[in-house]
């Protein structure tokens, strides 16, 4: 067994400037942006607040321009297997987590557990 939610979304921008892209949708959805440490924050900058409880960040990214969810896992390789088996094909593997595709073509990512209330709120897969 293991469980999965949904954890929240990336907004991928090609983009020169991640500032000005992550304080476009900050202000759009009244969030704060909050650059990530070390040499994540040169690609991503996290948007906080809002009271969602989902996680929102800016993505520079060298395709085009998209919004893709986040499903959060305890279990990376059991949930990539169980949405293989719904129809889903992988693509690229990430560090820790992997860009899947759907059979309709969009493009998820499935991350390892991070989210403060995913015992409470994810779903238990047998």
């Known amino acids: ?7 929240g979304f990336i907004i991928d ?6 500032g000005a892209a992550a304080s476009f949708w900050g202000s759009a959805l009244g969030m704060d ?25 800016v993505q520079l ?4 321009s998209r919004v893709h969810l986040d499903i959060e896992t305890d ?4 949930e990539v297997a169980r949405l293989e088996a719904l129809g889903a094909r992988r693509v690229a593997r990430h560090g ?13 990512c499935v ?3 991070d ?3 995913f015992d409470e709120r994810a779903t238990t897969w047998p």
């Not at 921008?13 to 991640?18: E, H, K, Q, W």
């Not at 992997?98 to 073509?105: I, Y």
């Open 111 to 113: 991350v390892p557990q």
């Open 1 to 7: 067994m293991h469980r999965s939610q949904l954890s």
């Open 96 to 108: 820790a987590w992997w860009v899947m595709e759907a059979p309709t073509g969009q493009r998820f």
């Open 13 to 18: 921008c090609r983009s020169a400037d991640l």
């Open 115 to 117: 989210s403060p209330h």
């Open 61 to 64: 990214v060298d395709h085009d």
């Open 33 to 57: 942006v909050r650059p990530l440490p070390g040499a994540e924050g040169l690609r991503y900058m996290r948007l906080a607040g809002g009271g969602h409880g989902l996680h929102v960040e």
């Open 75 to 78: 279990d990376v390789e059991a």
